[in-house]
């Protein structure tokens, strides 16, 4: 996970060292020829001229002259792993922050680079929670509607918040709203038999605002916890499709909007963001992390949103999802 975005990283840590580096002489052409000379009987005045020595070339107070470059390279190197260029530009002025007239020691160099990108990074992740029981407490049955691009993971991502919340003791049921896709019922139908939850349907080509409608009343009548409506993926010429969206909303009032992403969408993640948000996105869950190399696209959303990411997910078993936590996101970029 996230590999290539380790890979800058380290880039960068190596380039900073460089320049702590590079105006070092080496420690011993600048011990005196007499105590070399004299070492037998010495050892501990030459150990300690030494070490003061070498303490005074390992520490370095960086120029913006010498980091600019530098930097600026690593904020390519950000774009190339997704991250949005206001985003990149943010963590690049922290380090500049960190680093600049700042005196460094070598050895702590790569402390100094990772303890201002963790900070940056949570800045950028923190956005305000939410919590599905809160949800629940105030308003049963809750309605959440799954939405996305095409293909992005909406239906397994559903399923698999359903066996997540059946495991938490809540009953589901699915309601399969997705009537425009060929074989998109059947599939959701195929992950409710195996997780045992019942599916309220209309035919293809149906309204979808209709079948989430009834989904609520039968959940209603059932005395269910959740309704978890699936959606077509929808694209940004799909004007129909974003209008019928706008009508689920309207007429339906989901709860929680969840927008899912596929995290190895790259620089177009932020546009499908921007695209949902006019209808409306309370929440991200990001697919396909498993295979992520990158990662940017999970801080440029959330950047752009604002919006909590609710979970990950990491394969294609239902157990595959994990809650999403900033810091242990940040520490495994960091690692
Ligand atoms: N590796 C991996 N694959 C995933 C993950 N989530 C979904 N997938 C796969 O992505 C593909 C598309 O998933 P769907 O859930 O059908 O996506 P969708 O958004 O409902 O697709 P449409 O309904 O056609 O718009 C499937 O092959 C899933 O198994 C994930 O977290 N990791
Ligand atoms: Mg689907």
Do not use: W
């Not at 530009?89 to 380090?95: F, G, H, M, S, Y």
């Not at 959440?144 to 809540?170: D, E, I, P, R, V």
């Not at 309220?200 to 916890?225: L, N, Q």
């Not at 129909?240 to 190895?264: E, H």
Request: charged fraction near 30%; charge should be neutral.
């Amino acid at each position: 996970m996230f590999g290539l975005f380790k890979k800058k990283l380290q880039k960068l840590v190596d380039n900073l060292s460089g320049k702590v580096e590079e105006k070092v002489e080496k420690p011993e052409e600048k011990i005196p020829e007499e105590i070399v000379a004299e070492k037998p009987q010495k050892t501990s005045l030459f150990k300690k001229i030494a070490e003061k020595v070498k303490k005074s070339v390992i520490e370095k107070t960086l120029t913006s002259e010498e980091v600019t470059e530098v930097l600026n390279d690593f904020e390519n190197d950000l774009i190339e792993a997704d991250v949005a260029v206001e985003v990149a530009e943010k963590i690049k002025l922290d380090l500049i922050n960190a680093l600049v007239g700042k005196t460094i020691k070598r050895g702590k160099l790569k402390e100094t680079v990772d303890d201002s990108l963790r900070k940056s990074l949570l800045e950028i992740l923190s956005v305000p929670k939410i919590n599905l029981e809160e949800i629940l407490a105030k308003k049963k049955p809750a309605t959440l509607l799954f939405l996305g691009f095409n293909g992005a993971g909406k239906t397994t991502s559903l399923a698999k918040l359903a066996k997540f919340l059946m495991n938490g003791g809540h009953s589901c049921v699915f309601a399969a709203a997705d009537t425009f896709r060929a074989a998109s019922i059947e599939q959701l139908e195929e992950h409710a038999g195996r997780i045992g939850v019942q599916v309220i349907k209309h035919r293809y080509g149906a309204d979808p605002a209709a079948v989430i409608y009834d989904a609520i009343e039968y959940a209603k009548a059932h005395g269910i916890d959740f309704v978890l409506a699936d959606s077509a993926g929808r694209a940004h010429t799909n004007v129909n499709l974003m209008d019928q969206m706008k009508k689920i909303i309207r007429v339906d009032k989901p709860d929680l909007k969840i927008l899912v992403i596929d995290s190895l969408t790259g620089n177009d993640a932020i546009l499908q963001a921007r695209m949902f948000n006019e209808v409306g996105v309370d929440a991200v869950i990001f697919t396909k992390v498993d295979v992520n190399e990158k990662g940017g696209a999970i801080l440029s959303v959330t950047h752009e949103l604002k919006k909590p990411i609710l979970f990950i997910g990491l394969g294609q078993e239902y157990e595959n999802v994990e809650q999403f936590n900033a810091e242990n996101f940040v520490q495994n970029i960091l690692s």
